[in-house]
């Protein structure tokens, strides 16, 4: 088991790390869920007396004030004080709206990270950011406020399909390509089914997490962290409009091959980029730019009325602000 000391919390990496799950401290505890990881996943915690469990609807469509209106109200309808505690037990939708409800609820209680999916894993559950989708618009509404403690165990990665570790696999790409060239190399000249997940994982929380520690509210830096998310929130904006929703990581790879275009990279390091996830990875339809516009002009990361972007000037390195006009694009 490994320790990854974050800003104010520990990160716990491994087969052993949910020994470090302790409530022992608290007067009450609740383990949010949805109806995958309770049935999948709520076994393999160990054993908490007394504890409530709370369900959500799943999927990133449910991600709204509506799931956050059931964890207030079961939080308040069983007395829950200003020293108890939620653990999210789940991926990144449970995460980010555990959490945020969670510092939300009477000024803020606790709350403990146990991501369930890769994408969780390597991302959603570190760094602070909590939120939930707000009219068809990706993380609208949202704040900044950390865990007490995040757990990470590879044995939830069992209880996953195959789209659902892709989906993760995207914020590893982007980790390697914003930051770690040999990274980069590593995954590219890899068999995704013979991936040691553990070093996997351990590798892109270090990247994200040496980001985040240098400027955690994303003043600077961590808007390094955006790459591929300007379009893929629109992407995955576009999908949630039509009542279709895609999975967050499908969103990611269409930006990742939408701003590699806008980088400055090499015409072979372009192609490389986009042949590797489309020989690895099957996409959703991408939508045209027009199509996109109306949400890429909403995105909350944009400066003086232009869209802004995080791009690529060579693999593992990256420069922010980019700002580009709608007629520009």
Same mark, same amino acid.
């Given at each position: 088991?490994?320790?990854?000391?974050?800003?104010?919390?520990?990160?716990?990496?491994?087969?052993?790390?949910?020994?470090?799950?302790?409530?022992?401290?608290?007067?009450?505890?609740?383990?949010?869920?949805?109806?995958?990881?309770?049935?999948?996943?709520?076994?393999?915690?160990?054993?908490?007396?007394?504890?409530?469990?709370?369900?959500?609807?799943?999927?990133?469509?449910?991600?709204?004030?509506?799931?956050?209106?059931?964890?207030?109200?079961?939080?308040?309808?069983?007395?829950?004080?200003?020293?108890?505690?939620?653990?999210?037990?789940?991926?990144?939708?449970?995460?980010?709206?555990?959490?945020?409800?969670?510092?939300?609820?009477?000024?803020?209680?606790?709350?403990?990270?146990?991501?369930?999916?890769?994408?969780?894993?390597?991302?959603?559950?570190?760094?602070?950011?909590?939120?939930?989708?707000?009219?068809?618009?990706?993380?609208? %509404?949202?704040?900044?406020?950390?865990?007490?403690?995040? &757990? +990470?165990?590879?044995?939830? #990665?069992?209880? *996953? !399909? /195959? $789209?659902?570790?892709?989906?993760?696999?995207?914020?590893?790409?982007?980790?390697?390509?914003?930051?770690?060239?040999?990274?980069?190399?590593?995954?590219?000249?890899?068999?995704?089914?013979?991936?040691?997940?553990?070093?996997?994982?351990?590798?892109?929380?270090?990247?994200?997490?040496?980001?985040?520690?240098?400027?955690?509210?994303?003043?600077?830096?961590?808007?390094?962290?955006?790459?591929?998310?300007?379009?893929?929130?629109?992407?995955?904006?576009?999908?949630?409009?039509?009542?279709?929703? %895609?999975?967050?990581?499908?969103?990611?790879?269409?930006? &990742? +091959?939408?701003?590699?275009? #806008?980088?400055? *990279? !090499? /015409? $072979?390091?372009?192609?490389?980029?986009?042949?590797?996830?489309?020989?690895?990875?099957?996409?959703?339809?991408?939508?045209?730019?027009?199509?996109?516009?109306?949400?890429?002009?909403?995105?909350?990361?944009?400066?003086?009325?232009?869209?802004?972007?995080?791009?690529?000037?060579?693999?593992?390195?990256?420069?922010?602000?980019?700002?580009?006009?709608?007629?520009?694009?």
């Amino acid at each position: 088991m490994k320790e990854i000391k974050a800003d104010n919390y520990s990160i716990w990496v491994g087969d052993e790390s949910l020994s470090k799950l302790d409530v022992s401290c608290y007067s009450k505890v609740a383990i949010l869920v949805d109806k995958n990881t309770k049935r999948d996943c709520l076994s393999l915690l160990p054993k908490i007396n007394n504890s409530i469990v709370i369900e959500v609807p799943s999927g990133e469509q449910k991600k709204n004030i509506s799931s956050c209106n059931i964890i207030w109200e079961e939080l308040s309808l069983n007395n829950f004080d200003r020293d108890s505690v939620l653990i999210n037990l789940g991926g990144g939708v449970i995460g980010d709206i555990g959490g945020f409800c969670a510092t939300s609820y009477k000024r803020g209680i606790d709350f403990i990270q146990i991501p369930t999916t890769l994408l969780g894993m390597v991302d959603a559950s570190i760094g602070g950011k909590l939120g939930f989708n707000f009219n068809d618009l990706k993380n609208q %509404i949202g704040l900044f406020s950390n865990p007490k403690s995040v &757990i +990470i165990n590879p044995i939830f #990665l069992k209880t *996953l !399909s /195959q $789209n659902q570790l892709h989906s993760g696999f995207a914020e590893v790409i982007k980790h390697a390509l914003i930051k770690n060239k040999k990274h980069w190399e590593l995954l590219s000249n890899s068999s995704f089914k013979n991936l040691d997940w553990k070093h996997i994982i351990e590798i892109s929380i270090q990247i994200k997490n040496t980001i985040v520690k240098s400027d955690p509210l994303e003043k600077n830096n961590r808007k390094k962290l955006n790459f591929g998310h300007t379009y893929g929130h629109a992407i995955e904006s576009y999908y949630l409009e039509k009542k279709t929703p %895609i999975l967050h990581g499908e969103a990611v790879l269409m930006g &990742i +091959i939408l701003e590699c275009e #806008l980088s400055l *990279l !090499s /015409q $072979n390091e372009k192609n490389d980029i986009k042949n590797y996830i489309l020989s690895n990875f099957q996409l959703p339809d991408m939508p045209s730019k027009n199509k996109l516009m109306k949400f890429l002009l909403n995105d909350k990361k944009n400066k003086e009325a232009k869209i802004n972007f995080t791009l690529l000037n060579g693999i593992g390195n990256c420069t922010i602000d980019n700002l580009f006009t709608k007629d520009e694009l």
